[in-house]
């Protein structure tokens, strides 16, 4: 069974940067799509990022031309987070859907009920 581990998270000053990386173990990534989420506090999580099984981005509109989402290799995904914000802070869960077809849409991609396995988080903190 296919377990995903984040890990990248910390402290930063507004405008600074962080790269979390998300690895599988026990399997591979890239025949799949693989998601970035966050949730803030008191607010419900958020589609944030998510790269298709033939390596095509989707981001949100929060994010777009700040964020970039890459698959380094056949089991770890990366967020690098550019000119982060105050409002990027969040516990960032990265989640994997089952194996799919070559294409994925932008709605299959951004709605959480897409993947089957999450990560535990990792917390992400931006200070103004």
């Known amino acids: 069974q296919v377990q995903l581990v984040e890990s990248g998270g910390g402290l930063v000053q507004a405008g600074g940067s962080l790269r979390l990386s998300c690895l599988a173990s026990?399997?591979?990534?890239?025949?799949?799509?693989t998601g970035w989420f966050r949730q803030a506090p008191g607010k419900e999580r958020e589609f944030v990022a998510a790269?298709?099984?033939?390596?095509?981005p989707y981001y949100s509109d929060s994010v777009k031309g700040r964020f970039t989402i890459s698959r380094d290799a056949g089991n770890t995904v990366s967020l690098q987070m550019n000119v982060l914000r105050p409002e990027d802070t969040a516990i960032y869960y990265c989640?994997?859907?089952?194996?799919?077809?070559?294409?994925?849409?932008?709605?299959?991609?951004?709605?959480?009920?897409?993947?089957?396995?999450w990560g535990q988080g990792t917390q992400v903190t931006v200070s103004s």
């Open positions: 790269i298709s099984r033939v390596g095509n």
């Open positions: 026990g399997g591979t990534l890239s025949d799949r799509v």
């Open positions: 989640a994997k859907t089952p194996r799919t077809a070559y294409y994925a849409t932008r709605d299959y991609v951004s709605a959480q009920t897409s993947y089957d396995t």
